[in-house]
């Protein structure tokens, strides 16, 4: 039981503590009118009945059109009498002793359901809240992670509050929310994060529309995931960078490539070819991690500086306000022991002007913090500014560079070469295939790409053209990142 219950009888709700709630809800000037005429309980659509040691949920049904109600801080131990109100939309039941999620099943409008602070221990009976788009169920007894998986046929949740629940502790639990349902734009009164979202869709790829196929992997993997980098890797804008990642991908859906292997001198071309650009991407990736650092570093030496001048700020205050109080004291002292009539307006006025002194201090000691948090924050600003736009540049390749740094410049310039070592072993190949048709050197498969000339020039260069597009968008995307932070 709650502890109004030991000092409070616990109620039932009737008729009369309706009735005194609509009336409190009245204007002040409607007031005498609601006590005494009878009021019409079917236009009432809010009511608030909190802190009124509620025990049970009874004779709401004449409320027939009720939208919002408040029924926090009670003693309420179960969900019930609730099932007319089916223009619900807004139902507070935070701050009781409910154990089971029930009861609600005809409120099919109900948009925001906060169940906060009560003794629920599992996530259930909602199905018929598809229109439920707020729902906070924080500081419960959920033990189990995976209840939250109930929650994903709530169509139209895009908040909701878990905090304060046993399984909050563990560890990768907001990755694992988050995986579960892509939809949440606030997750424990925090907006969901980008860098959030594109960690898990680096870890569950391309099939992030049937994410439940993933989740074992996030929930078993992210630990050594997180151990080798790859969060810190999309903090630092590098994600598919490190490896052959980035290169891989250049290639996965290209199958006319695979088969342009088996040509006189391609294979040669696809030995040296990822070598260079893999080289160039992890150069790119180790650059991209020591610009992390540094930042992070400016960032730090921020708030290290920030909380600097508002130390000293607070100590100066508490030394001028203690050393106010000490005089105004000894004032007090002094003209408690003296009794005399002028002498306490000589002091009362002495008082005042001492307060006058004690504002001007302030405000001046205020005034010169804010010069200081000013000069800070564009000190601060011109660093940010200077290491995006550094960034930037350099990944671009927009000044030159010692040969020894690499560019996505760099990576299309790897691709072109390649493409035009690839084109001239094409048309070699299909001026010999010109002379002797039947030349039987060749895979059937790749013989027919050569039926038609303009055919297989077509094939290269869109392949080409896709491959382009992709160093386009991982550039993007990195600059993107670092325009956003």
Request: net charge negative; hydrophobic share 40%.
């Amino acid at each position: 039981m709650s502890q109004f219950l030991s000092n409070i009888e616990p109620n039932i709700i009737d008729d009369e503590m309706v009735q005194k709630a609509i009336e409190e809800k009245c204007p002040e000037d409607l007031g005498d009118l609601a006590r005494r005429e009878s009021t019409n309980w079917k236009f009432v659509t809010e009511l608030q009945l909190s802190f009124k040691s509620i025990l049970r949920i009874d004779n709401l049904w004449p409320l027939e059109n009720l939208t919002k109600l408040q029924l926090d801080n009670n003693v309420i131990e179960k969900i019930e009498g609730l099932q007319s109100l089916v223009h619900l939309v807004w139902l507070d039941l935070s701050f009781n002793n409910i154990e089971v999620i029930e009861g609600l099943d005809t409120l099919v409008k109900l948009q925001d359901l906060s169940l906060y602070s009560n003794r629920i221990s599992k996530i259930e009976h909602m199905d018929t809240l598809q229109e439920l788009q707020i729902f906070s169920i924080g500081k419960n007894n959920l033990t189990v992670l995976e209840e939250v998986v109930y929650l994903r046929r709530l169509k139209s949740l895009r908040t909701l509050n878990l905090s304060g629940n046993p399984f909050c502790n563990e560890e990768h639990y907001t990755l694992f929310v988050v995986a579960l349902l892509p939809s949440l734009v606030y997750l424990d009164f925090k907006l969901v994060r980008d860098s959030t979202v594109r960690f898990l869709h680096s870890l569950i790829g391309k099939s992030g529309s049937n994410i439940l196929q993933s989740l074992c992997f996030v929930a078993l993997r992210a630990g050594s995931l997180q151990k080798s980098g790859s969060q810190k890797h999309t903090t630092a804008f590098v994600e598919y960078l490190n490896g052959s990642l980035l290169f891989d991908s250049l290639y996965e859906e290209d199958r006319e490539a695979a088969k342009l292997a088996s040509l006189p001198g391609v294979e040669d071309l696809l030995q040296a070819y990822p070598c260079w650009f893999v080289s160039v991407c992890e150069n790119l990736h180790n650059y991209g991690l020591e610009e992390y650092e540094k930042r992070e570093a400016e960032v730090s030496k921020f708030y290290k500086r920030l909380h600097e001048i508002l130390a000293v700020n607070q100590e100066e205050s508490k030394r001028i306000i203690s050393d106010f109080e000490s005089r105004n004291q000894r004032r007090l002292d002094e003209l408690y022991q003296a009794g005399s009539g002028n002498l306490a307006e000589s002091e009362r006025a002495q008082g005042k002007e001492n307060i006058r002194q004690l504002w001007d201090a302030l405000m001046t000691l205020e005034a010169l913090v804010s010069n200081d948090l000013e000069e800070l924050l564009q000190d601060f600003k011109r660093s940010i500014d200077v290491m995006a736009s550094t960034f930037t540049e350099n990944i671009q390749g927009i000044y030159p560079f010692p040969t020894t740094f690499c560019t996505f410049n760099q990576c299309r310039d790897l691709e072109n070469e390649h493409h035009e070592k690839l084109m001239r072993i094409v048309i070699a190949t299909q001026e010999k295939l010109d002379l002797d048709p039947f030349d039987e050197s060749l895979p059937d498969d790749v013989q027919r790409l050569f039926e038609d000339k303009n055919t297989i020039v077509n094939i290269i260069n869109t392949s080409h053209s896709i491959r382009l597009r992709k160093i386009d968008k991982r550039e993007s995307d990195m600059l993107c990142n670092i325009y956003q932070w």
